[in-house]
């Protein structure tokens, strides 16, 4: 089946604009994850949902950042405030359940770009 | 909470040649340890992985090896091919309510024809 899309796929911005990050899972993973990989860097964790428990935001670098899942599905990734710190791609991935090191599947990304 | 350390941060070898990265981690409750390839301007993709109730995995020409005690991890890959070129990152996963995934900083492998 289809694995996990992305949208969009770059995004520009001008510094102090909200943006909004898209993220399909793979149909039935019930767990979903955001990272954030800044240039030649590895990948920072920021947030995860599982089914209908309680996000772990711990990963969050601030306030400007939130993220929801409706419906136990789709995500969205929410920058307000935008700053020239966020430029990265953010990556999204899902598994099947979480807590049994169930393999995690990484979308492509959106590259986000604050002027 | 988890720390990941990973070297090096870039190797170059021969083709036909091995190459080995490396990586330490803090808490000892990890259990799961995945490595992830991710290539030029691509997704990551999950090439291996190994849990604490073995010591070494192979698949093909990649092998990882665990060490509990010592809180070590390696990656291992025999007869590099230039398709083997790409960003290595390990990770371990600590449970607490959720497989959060802490990553290593990555190592860029080339390989030199």
């Known amino acids: 089946g289809a694995g996990v899309s992305q949208s969009p796929s770059n995004k520009v911005t001008e510094k102090g604009k909200d943006v909004e990050l898209r993220c399909d899972p793979i149909?039935?993973?019930?767990?979903l994850y955001w990272y954030r990989q800044s240039l030649g860097q590895g990948l920072e964790f920021l947030i995860y949902?599982?089914?209908?428990?309680?996000?772990?935001k711990s990963g969050l670098p601030s306030d400007r950042f939130s993220a929801e899942r409706t419906g136990g599905s789709v995500s969205t990734l929410t920058i307000q405030r935008t700053q020239q710190e966020d430029s990265a791609v953010y990556l999204c991935a899902s598994s099947e359940m979480a807590g049994f090191f169930r393999d995690q599947y990484f979308g492509p990304g959106t590259r986000l770009l604050v002027l | 909470g988890e720390n990941v350390e990973q070297h090096p941060s870039t190797l170059s070898v021969q083709e036909g040649d091995s190459a080995v990265i490396k990586c330490t981690y803090s808490?000892?409750?990890?259990?799961?340890f995945p490595w992830y390839k991710q290539e030029l301007g691509k997704r990551p993709q999950l090439i291996i992985d190994i849990r604490s109730n073995v010591g070494e995995k192979k698949d093909q020409r990649i092998a990882v090896t665990l060490n509990k005690t010592a809180k070590h991890f390696s990656l291992h890959i025999t007869e590099t091919q230039p398709e083997d070129s790409a960003v290595y990152f390990c990770a371990a996963s600590i449970i607490q309510g959720a497989q959060k995934l802490v990553f290593g900083q990555g190592t860029r492998l080339t390989i030199n024809p």
């Open positions: 949902f599982q089914g209908n428990s309680a996000p772990d």
């Open positions: 808490d000892s409750a990890s259990n799961y």
């Open positions: 149909s039935g993973h019930t767990a």
